[in-house]
Nanobody
Framework: MVQLTESGGGAVQAGGSLRLSCTIS????????MGWFRQAPGKEREGVAT???????NYANSVKGRFTVSQDSAKNIVYLEMSRLTADDSAEYYC?????????????????WGRGTQVTVSS
């Protein structure tokens, strides 16, 4: 079983920064491809970033150069550092996981999802 819990969301002014955390609780020794997604009201869910078990990362074009995904494997935490935030970054942010193997992209089929954390950027 895998449970994901996001934290770190909040309200920030445009140009500011936030760090989201995804704490992974699991009862196995499997490795996972981890992803961050977001969904704004009235919009489709958007893939933001992924990181695989080897630390390889991928980013959506809209966040490249502003967001950084990282992981602390010892603590089973995945982070999303967000900087130079704009109003367009306002959304519910979700952490997701899939068993390692195959591609680790936001277009991959993720099995486990957290409940989300809200990010609101005011301009």
């Amino acid at each position: 079983m895998v449970q994901l819990t996001e934290s770190g969301g909040g309200a920030v002014q445009a140009g500011g920064s936030l760090r989201l955390s995804c704490t992974i609780s699991k009862d196995n020794s499997n490795t996972y491809c981890m992803g961050w997604f977001r969904q704004a009201p009235g919009k489709e869910r958007e893939g933001v970033a992924t990181i695989d078990e080897d630390g390889n990362t991928n980013y959506a074009n809209s966040v490249k150069g502003r967001f950084t995904v990282s992981q602390d494997s010892a603590k089973n935490i995945v982070y999303l550092e967000m900087s130079r935030l704009t109003a367009d970054d306002s959304a519910e942010y979700y952490c997701a996981a899939k068993r390692s193997g195959g591609y680790c992209y936001t277009t991959s089929a993720f099995t486990y999802w957290g409940r989300g954390t809200q990010v609101t950027v005011s301009s």
